[in-house]
Every structure is written in structure tokens, then in C-alpha cells.
């Protein structure tokens, strides 16, 4: 079997979708047979010298003119990647995101990866016309996929709900952190990462965004609340905050820094700016709490890095994370910051109740892995080419 991988991604291992594509082709490499093949097709901007080299797996450019418009640019892509592909003689097709150009008939299968169905739910993702006509032209291609793959049963359900597919063919398979978050890290390296950030002693931790449904809004609230009722530790985001003028009127992002001052809190808060994937298991392993108030996840990565490295989570009890953090004593409600404060000041308050979650995370976050991924995504090729 020759399996292609669409690979727009691929170079983009700082995004969600490219850690997606990286894990899972290297993981595949290890599975298929000698009579199996990879080839991974990446559009001409990739770097073909920071290219990982992998059994079984060869990388094709797809040839297309660099525009401006990102939109128009992937539209090219796509476009090239279909004849392409054919050309190469793949059986199969993986695109690891709800790819737009396979609304006709192909020679070879297409399995799609959607990971959610944010910008159905909420339009302000939509953005510009010609991304929502990108838009409006993917989810008129994707019951043309002969199998779609989700994250999570709640995914699995919204996209029956938003684009009518049909459940049977949407396959759950759930996704894992990198392995760089499972690693051991020494005290000389913990102590670098933390004089380097200049991080305090003892933080509360959140990463993820600050586009409006990441509601940290509500994390910042709930802090302030428990500032006045003695929680000292400081409050550490994560990213940086510096949205255009356009994103704030649009509502996309939510202003914290003036929320943060509205709060009196700016001063007992530090924005830490990008943060390498090779410094953050230190980062969340340093913080004595990691909270994640999303309102909306198709999976939610963040909060399965934190246990991974150990650290005490609370999280959300909406959408998709449920199925990461089943435990309903981790979970709150996302609209109430008062909850929120209180459950952060009963875990801050007692050392033994931290160190049995982490130990309880750490056991939770095993049974996710890129090995169990890959064999439930190879078994899933197999069945769809038979």
C-alpha cells in the first residue's frame, strides 16, 4: 500500500495540526511493512534539510507559486497535491486537516483528519470572504472523504451535527502529547529554564491562547478573587498577547492586559512570550498548578502536556475535555470564576492533594500514545483499501 500524507503541516510543528502530522507519520514509519510505502508531500516552502529521516518514508515537493494570500496559497496546494498524488501512484491519501479539493472523483482514497469544527460553531473564525468561502467549499468536499478521522467522541458528534455526517463514518482516534513532555529533565536544567524566564517560585501556569474562547477572561477573575483570599503564588501565561486593533474590535481576542489592570492584578501577572516546545515541559513541571478554562476543544492538548509532566491540572467541564481529565473534582464550570477560585485555593492549600494528582495524571496521561495512534490510523488504511 502507498500511503500519501498531505504535509501543508508538516513544517509547522508549532501549530497543533503540524505536531499532528509529525508524531504520526514518524510513529506509521515504524508499522508499515516492506510492501508498504510513505510519501510525505509538502508544499515548496518546506526546508527539505530539516526533513527528519525515516524507514519506508520519502518527502515530495509539490510545485506552486508563493502568493501573498495564505488562502489562495493552500487552495494551490491542494490542488497540485491531487494530481500529484495520483501521478505517484498513492492508494491512499491522509489529509490531517479538513482539506477542500476533493470534491470529485479520485484514483486513489481519501481519508480526512478533522479535528474540530470551531469556525461551524463560532463564525468570528471565519475571517476574511475568500476564507469563508474556503470554508463553505471544504464542508461541501468532506462527505465526499471515504473516511473521516476525529480526536474525540465530542468532535465526533459535532461534526455529524454541523455537516451532517453520518457517525459510522467518522472513526474516534485519540491523540497524545509529543513525547518531549514524557521525558526526565535534571535540576540544572530546571533551574536554567527558570532563571532564563525569570520565573517566580512558586506560579500558577496557563498556555493555550488568548483568542476569546480560551476564555482567560474568567482565569484572570477567578485569580484576582483568589488573590483576596491569600493565594500568593503568581499567575505565569504563556505566548505572547499582541493582537491587532482588527482582532480586538472583532471580538477574536480579549484584551487581557486591560482586563488584567480593570482587576488590579497586572502586577502579580507575567506574559512570557513564545515559548520553544523544548522549554515548556520545564516550564509546566516548575508550576505548582496548570489551569485551562477553555470554553471549546476539539481535544485540548495542553492540559495532557501538564499531566504528562506532572503537574496538577484543572480544566474545564465542557466539550472535549472531559475525556482527558475524567475526574469531577478537576473539572469547573468555564462561565463561574468564583468556582474556579475556590478550586484553585483548595488544591494550592494542600501539598498531599497535589502530589496524588500528579501521580494520578501521570497514570491518566500513559494511556494516551502516538504508538496506540499510528495502529488504530494503520488499521484504519487497511480497511478503507480492502
Known amino acids: 500500500m502507498h500511503i500519501g500524507i498531505n504535509g ?72 497540485e497535491l491531487k494530481k500529484k498524488a495520483a501521478e505517484l501512484h498513492v492508494n491512499l491519501l491522509h489529509s490531517p486537516y479538513l482539506c477542500s479539493t476533493f470534491l470529485h472523483g479520485n484514483s486513489f482514497k481519501h481519508i480526512v483528519t478533522i479535528h474540530d469544527v470551531i469556525p461551524m460553531i463560532y463564525t468570528k473564525y471565519r475571517g476574511s470572504c475568500l476564507r469563508r468561502i474556503h470554508m463553505w467549499y471544504s464542508e461541501l468536499c468532506i462527505n465526499k472523504a471515504d473516511f473521516i478521522i476525529t480526536d474525540s467522541v465530542y468532535s465526533q458528534s459535532d461534526i455529524h451535527k454541523y455537516l451532517g455526517t453520518d457517525r459510522s463514518r467518522v472513526k474516534v482516534i485519540h491523540i497524545a502529547s509529543d513525547r518531549v513532555f514524557e521525558k526526565d529533565i535534571d535540576k540544572s536544567k530546571l533551574d536554567k529554564i527558570k532563571h532564563q524566564y525569570a520565573l517566580p517560585d512558586e506560579y500558577i501556569f496557563y498556555i493555550g491562547g488568548f483568542d476569546f474562547r480560551k476564555n482567560v477572561k474568567v482565569l484572570l477573575e477567578a485569580y484576582a478573587e483568589s488573590r483576596k483570599n491569600g493565594v500568593k503564588e503568581l499567575l505565569v501565561l504563556g505566548g505572547s498577547f499582541n493582537p491587532s486593533m482588527k482582532q480586538l474590535n472583532r471580538g477574536l481576542v480579549e484584551n487581557i492586559t486591560q482586563i488584567a489592570m480593570d482587576l488590579n492584578i497586572q502586577d502579580v501577572i507575567r506574559i512570557l512570550g513564545p ?24 481535544f485540548g492538548l495542553p492540559p495532557l502536556e501538564a499531566m504528562s509532566c506532572g503537574t496538577p491540572v484543572l480544566a474545564s467541564n ?16 468555564p462561565h463561574d470564576a468564583k468556582k474556579l477560585s475556590n478550586k484553585m485555593r483548595w488544591l494550592l492549600a494542600d501539598d498531599e492533594l497535589r502530589r496524588s494528582i500528579s501521580a494520578w495524571g ?23 483499501c480492502t
Open 8 to 79: 501543508w503541516f508538516y513544517s509547522k510543528p508549532y501549530t497543533g495540526i503540524g505536531q499532528y502530522t509529525v508524531n504520526l507519520v514518524a510513529e506509521l514509519s515504524t508499522l508499515i511493512t516492506e510492501k508498504d510505502s510513505i510519501t510525505v508531500f509538502l508544499d515548496s516552502n518546506n526546508s527539505a534539510t530539516n526533513l527528519p529521516l525515516l524507514p519506508n518514508v520519502e518527502y515530495c515537493v509539490v510545485k506552486k507559486k508563493n502568493r501573498a494570500n495564505d488562502v489562495v496559497d493552500v487552495l494551490e496546494f491542494e490542488f
Open 275 to 298: 515559548i520553544p516546545q523544548e522549554d515548556l515541559p520545564s516550564i509546566y513541571r516548575l508550576a505548582r498548578l496548570f489551569v485551562y478554562p477553555s470554553l471549546y476543544e476539539g
Open 318 to 333: 465542557c466539550s472535549s475535555i472531559p475525556e482527558i481529565i475524567d475526574r469531577d473534582d478537576l473539572l469547573f464550570d
Open 362 to 384: 501521570l497514570k491518566k496521561a500513559n494511556t494516551f500514545s502516538w504508538p496506540s495512534t499510528a495502529k488504530q490510523t494503520f488499521a484504519l488504511y487497511k480497511s478503507v
